[in-house]
């Protein structure tokens, strides 16, 4: 299943590369869950996670964020029948400047956690950094704790969250999985879902196991003694993909449950060209260290418009939705689905103007960053350390 290589090929005809190592192209959800052979999620599915929890679901359901999965549906099936499972995500630590795209995951996550009151594995891979990115051993681990208090400011729940540096904590049980997973997957297969070639050095291809092995319960045996039929949902943007298409394929060989998937969809670029925003693009990315003023002027400046040149033209032909990125933007982050429906019917026949579209969603997102950047701010080493302990968490299912 050379998925991955194929794009490599298609890449120069500017298809859409997706992996765990790039994004690009114009991307099209509906081929990307075929060739994963991942699920969509419905909407009846959103209903039922509405009725099973007794609230209104995320605005990242409702608006399509997270839009696919492999067996939500069990996931859900138990826990009606009142079977609790646990969350797994996780981030590699590249960079010290996250962007708005960075905090989807986390945000979610946080609801899920709190939705279904369930326990959560977060895995900084600061190994996986080190080896794809030019960055040493000890910047790696610096960079997993910075990123800790950014994810900690999401505002998970101590009692039930558990966040582990792969380089800290990687050992003992977690270990043992790893190397189970690593004996069921031949070079030939990693190189068929991965993409890996002659190459790559073999730090490289010994990292797949690191990233499955939290799946699976036993590797937490702090946490789950004794419950290996405790099932996993992973929500994750859906590159990360075949890092779980392999997970699940061996699980059944280990004993072990396939984990469950809900994978969401990439936080565009600003300016409208690639497949995701990077960090390393200012131009292209709102930082959550972002002042009102920076956001204000990036998307003015930046965010792509499909509005017309001028008011006039404007005001008789409207925009085109499907290309602005403002418009993208508030269907993120905009939860007053009465206002984005409002602002969709205005500005596309033409009485709402870019400039105010764009002036609304800097409000929109300042709000969300200055309450970021307060929260992070509070976060204390102490918290971190809090986070980071090998503890149990004797009240996580409660
Ligand atoms: N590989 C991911 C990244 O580069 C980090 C990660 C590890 C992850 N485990 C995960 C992401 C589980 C989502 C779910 O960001």
Redesign the pocket.
Known sequence: MAVEKKDEQESESSEQVVN?WEVSGKIDYDRLIDKFGCQRLDVSMIDRVQRLTSRQPHVFLRRGVFFAHRDFNEILDAYERGDKFYL?????P?SEALHLGHLI?FMFTKYLQEAFKVPLVI?L?DD??CIWKNISVKESKRLARENAKDIIACGFDVTKTFIFSDFDYVGGAFYENMVKVGKCVTLNKSTGIFGFSGQDCIAKIGFPPV?AA?SFPSSFPHLFPGMNNLRCL????ID?DP?FRMTRDVAPRLGYRKPALIESSFFPDLQGENGKMSASNPNSAIYVTDSAEDIKYKIKKRAFSGGQDSSKKQEGVGANLEVDVSFKYLSFFLEDDAELEQIFQEYKEGSMLTGAVKARLAEVLTEIVERHRRARAAVTDEMVDAFMTVRPLPRMFE
């Open positions: 765990p797994y995500t996780g981030r590699g590249s995951p895995q891979t996986e950094k990233q939290p992973i929500p994750c943007a990360q890092y």
